[in-house]
Structure formats: C-alpha cells, structure tokens
C-alpha cells in the first residue's frame, strides 16, 4: 500500500504560470516531508522540505503548503521556467528514524 | 565538493550473472542509503548503514543481495545471481547523521538484466 500518492503522473504548464504539485500521504506518523527533483540520468535533488509544526515553507520560487487535517502537501513553482522541467518526487519520514518513503513522482514539462 | 559518486553509471548482464556497484560517499558523512529505484516509481531504500554498521537492512533481499561498507567510507552493494526483475536504477546517497538530515543522491546505476 502507498504511503505517500503522487496521483498526477505528470503535468505541463507555460512558462511564467504558476505549477501546482499534489502529494497525499497516509499515514498519520509522519512529520517531516520533502520534494526531490530528478533530471534524466542524474540521481534526485533536494528542492525544499517542511516539517509538520509548519503549514507553509518558502524558498525562491519554491513554496511547500502542508495541510496536515487532509494529509495532504503541495509544491507551488512560480514563476516556472523551462529550467524546472524534471520528475519531481515527494517524501515523507516520521520521528522513529525509519527510511525516507517516496512517492512515485510527478514529470512536469515547462513549455517555453 | 564533491557530490556522490557511483560507479559503473550503467550495466548490462545476462540473467543468473553476478554485478557489483560501487558508491563513494560525500566526505565526512557517516550515513549511507542504498536505494532501488523501478521505472516510473520512486526510490526504495535497500540498506541504510550508519558508519560500518548496517543499522536497516530489513528490505534487501538477502537470498542474492549483499552490501558492505568496509572503514566506513565506500560501499558495495552486489547481486549474485541476478534476475530479470533486478532491471532498476541503483543510487546511493548520503548524509551526515541520518534522521531528517538531506539526503544526497549520486547518479545511480542503472541495471538491465536479460
């Protein structure tokens, strides 16, 4: 069973709106979440995390929303550039030190 | 710096063959993750070692997958005998103290087994 649900396989948007990237998760352990971007034949990148004593987190363009009542998070990319086009992964871990659980991944294509 | 590095980047075997794959980790990071990652889903951790010791190990398959982290620096995560279904990308990453601490992803190894 997915701990962690990416249900959008990928996504395209123009350059210069904003990109939305859903993750769901269920089990309710968990409290520190992340995203990874992935390139073609590199391994994955830490973007940006938060942890659950937070609702929002903000670096640059990037900004992760966590609603912990729907368990639920999103990373918003604004304005997105062609530059972002990349599979992006999200994670999740809980307090007991147990392995990172990721979600399957979302490719997101940024048309110029 | 330096970032993770692993080696071979690909791999090609038949099918009841052994294969190897090497990760040098980040300096000074004491934690080691070996991952499994199938097409289209995300990374599965294998192993987990905190310095030599393997501190997670529950996920490995261990009838034909071994590791080892001899001095605490370098990895080995070898298949013997490989299988069709072993067909993945293999990354390594690493971070200084485990926990909620990022994680850095080498480029993996990707395996194709025939």
């Known amino acids: 069973d997915q701990q962690v649900k990416q249900n959008s396989p990928s996504l395209s948007v123009q350059e210069g709106r904003i990109s939305i990237l859903n993750c769901d998760y269920t089990?309710?352990?968990?409290?520190?979440f992340l995203w990874y971007k992935k390139y073609p034949a590199e391994g994955p990148t830490f973007l940006i995390s938060?942890?659950?004593?937070?609702d929002k987190n903000e670096d640059g363009r990037f900004t992760v929303f966590l609603n912990k009542s729907a368990k639920h998070l999103s990373l918003h990319i604004v304005p997105s550039q062609p530059g972002d086009s990349a599979v992006y992964f999200c994670?999740?871990?809980?307090?007991?030190?147990?392995?990172?659980?990721f979600g399957k991944g979302t490719r997101l294509s940024v048309i110029a | 710096e330096a970032g993770v590095v692993q080696s071979p980047r690909y791999k090609i075997i038949e099918k009841k063959q052994p294969v190897a794959f090497w990760c040098n980790p980040i300096?000074?990071?004491?934690?080691l993750y070996w991952y499994r990652q199938n097409l289209g889903q995300g990374p599965e951790l294998l192993i987990r070692?905190?310095?030599?010791?393997?501190?997670?190990d529950s996920q490995l398959p261990k009838d034909r997958f071994s590791a080892e982290r001899l001095k605490g620096v370098d990895s080995t995560l070898k298949i013997q005998p490989a299988e069709l279904g072993d067909s993945a990308v293999y990354l390594c990453a690493s971070n200084t103290r485990g926990g909620t601490d990022t994680q850095y992803f080498g480029p993996g190894t990707r395996l194709t087994v025939l």
């Open positions: 300096s000074g990071h004491n934690t």
């Open positions: 070692y905190e310095n030599e010791e393997a501190v997670d």
């Open positions: 938060i942890s659950s004593i937070k």
């Open positions: 089990n309710s352990m968990f409290d520190y």
């Open positions: 994670a999740a871990s809980d307090p007991g030190n147990t392995p990172l659980v």
